[in-house]
């Protein structure tokens, strides 16, 4: 019997890219064990968005030189945002790691595999689609980017922008409705410019309407989009297609048009807020989440309080907030001093988590006392845990013996605060216990 291990830290493409990785190897005869000393196929998929996630992985890294030690039948592959397209100094750093595989490239190692167990495999796509998938999952429809922001590593990494064929992403919909999944996410660096790339002329909208009509489908969501990629055409369809949710995720970064232009983001801040007026008159009630730097080189406190003041304005439901720190081979670590101290990054960054804990609170205080609809994924310390088509997330108790996960439940919120909402069933009263803590993913990189 064979054995793999993944170790996953980053954005949602890379759970994404795990949960295909895994189905494939489980197909072809491979078990997943929980620790990566009782593997025969070890992968890490990594992460450098930070200066913090790349740590780890160098640290997770340098923790299974001792595998190669104990035998020399594990083979260690590492996969994601560390792997670029020259990979001479990784081999020569981590002489211990058998496979350097870009995040596009994944099949290489599912063709290794297949040889290890003595099996031909010509590997397609539905080998590819997560076997045991969570009832809320994600569909990688684009890979790469082609925007080359200044303090992104992504594009070098993940490579130039390419979108799977929509009938293939149908297909995928499909098997995994037929495994059980009742949400998608769609999700790309830059997901609006799905479809630019091939032929015809569709977008987008089009992909959504599309995988609106898979039957047992009945949500969808997609991430991360630009803000000049976020056409009327897209808004439509998210206010149109019954199965498309009312939330999007779309980053500022910035609310200073001198920091965005060093950021070589291609749009004024204006332009930003005329996006979002639309969005709310497209979709009433829509949730907004954002991506949010601060402390980028050469930022003043003026410029920081530009972005103080779109938060204020904008009054965003949720806000992914990191503090600038450069990474190495990026336009702005060849170009543009890190002038900014870190003590005062780090300031910036608390002035921004405080704020918007506070927005936060009051944009879920309406909702106490509202019944809405949850989609359960999970059962945590003696509750159910879902999310709301708006992607709040809920904890609710239910005095009854039937398994929720997968369930469309209403449920009446009983207590709000800036992280999620509590409630119970229609009916049944509310007790005050333990909150459970949100687990959150670090938005998908590039845009």
Known sequence: MSNYYIWTIGCQMNVADSQRLGSALEQLGYDRVATAEDADIVILNSCVVRQGAED???ARLDS??????????????????????????LKDRFSHVDFFIRPQEITALVEFAADRQGLACDVDQMLLVAS?????????VIQGCDEFCTYCIVPYRRGRESSRPLNEIVGETEELVDRGVVEVTLLGQIVDKYGHDLPGDFDLADLLSAVNDVQGIERIRFLTSHPRDMSDRILRAVADLPKVVEHLNVPFQSGDDGVLERMRRPY???????LIERARTYVPGVALATDVIVGFCGETEEEFQRTVGVLERVRFDT???????????????RKI?????????????NIVESL?????????????????????ERKVRGRWEGRTRTNKLVHFEDPGEADRVGSLMEVDIARTSPWSLTGTLPGYGYTESEPTEAITLVPVGGP
């Open 56 to 58: 780890k992985v160098v």
């Open 64 to 89: 299974l030189k001792g595998l190669k030690g104990a035998t020399n039948d594990v083979t260690i592959a590492l996969t994601g945002c560390m792997v670029g397209p020259q990979v001479e100094h």
């Open 132 to 140: 045991r998938p969570q009832v809320s999952t994600f569909i990688p």
């Open 268 to 274: 004024a801040i204006t332009e930003y807020f005329d």
């Open 319 to 333: 806000v992914h907030i990191a503090a600038y720190s450069t990474r190495s081979g990026t336009i702005a670590d």
């Open 337 to 349: 001093a890190d002038d900014v101290p870190p003590g005062v990054k780090l300031e910036r960054k």
């Open 356 to 376: 918007q804990e506070r927005i936060a609170t009051e944009v879920n205080m309406p909702l106490l006392g509202n019944r809405v609809e949850v989609l359960v």
